[in-house]
């Protein structure tokens, strides 16, 4: 049973949301037309970048947890984990918005976004020896720039709200892959090529990538909501 835990992890994240997506209140699945545009988007940033750090030996995948199926030099079960995540977090992130009325960090969200940028290249700029490291938290920081300075959506406090609570199942799948609870790691790293901060097995540079990844798809998420609502169409 050990080939199955990857899947088994990806199935547990996405299982609830996705069965939750209809619940008759929320209808999440009445966002699927602008949910999967923006995950697919996002994959093609994130895909060839696993395939360049798998390659590179950034990190590496356990056999003894995999299928043995894999698409390019990647896992089925690492394709799947850029379908299951971001859906259990984009779908966090509408039930957010429907029970939470008040956005209670978009005052500050401007702030956090400015401050975050800045600590990441400064970090980033700091580690360039380290590929993890320098990659993540440059590209998240100049991805957050981006957004202060050229997108300044209106959601950046919802988002944030939003990775703040989904740090309690992260901690629980990033955990799980990166050998907690379990004998071997799913996912192992060169700890030469990061700052070797782990929050309980998890390296550090994993919430920033986590980061990115989330938020890239939020920004395709709501680019392609306000389109199709300024057309004049009805969300309902």
Same mark, same amino acid.
């Given at each position: ?9 990806? /199935? +547990? $994240? ?5 069965? $939750? ?8 699945? !009445? ?5 999967? *545009? ?21 990190? +590496?995948?356990? *056999? ?21 995540? *971001? ?21 500050? $969200?401007?702030?956090?976004? /400015? ?9 980033? /700029?700091?580690?360039? +020896? ?21 997108? !300044? ?75 199709? !609502? ?7």
């Amino acid at each position: 049973m050990d080939k199955w835990l990857y899947v088994f992890i990806n /199935l +547990g $994240a996405i299982g609830i949301p996705f069965i $939750a997506s209809f619940d008759k209140r929320l209808r999440f699945d !009445k966002q699927w037309r602008f949910l999967f *545009p923006a995950m697919l988007l996002t994959m093609v940033v994130f895909i060839p970048w696993d395939m360049a750090k798998t390659y590179l030996e950034v990190w +590496g995948f356990n *056999p003894r947890y995999l299928l043995g199926i894999y698409i390019g030099n990647l896992p089925i079960e690492e394709w799947m984990f850029f379908i299951a995540i *971001p859906y259990a977090c984009l779908f966090t992130y509408h039930s957010l918005n429907f029970l939470v009325k008040k956005d209670h960090l978009g005052k500050y $969200a401007q702030r956090i976004t /400015l401050v975050a940028a800045i600590l990441l290249l400064f970090i980033g /700029l700091m580690n360039t +020896g380290r590929l993890y490291t320098s990659v993540t938290f440059i590209s998240t920081g100049l991805f957050l720039l981006f957004h202060r300075f050229v997108v !300044k959506g209106a959601y950046m406090g919802r988002f944030f709200l939003m990775y703040l609570v989904t740090l309690i199942p992260f901690f629980i799948v990033n955990g799980l892959l990166t050998g907690s609870f379990i004998p071997e790691e799913v996912v192992f790293y060169d700890n030469t090529q990061n700052l070797g901060i782990r929050l309980g097995t998890i390296p550090v540079e994993d919430m920033v990538y986590g980061l990115l990844m989330l938020l890239m798809n939020v920004t395709w998420f709501e680019f392609f909501r306000n389109k199709f !609502k300024s057309s004049g169409n009805s969300i309902s």
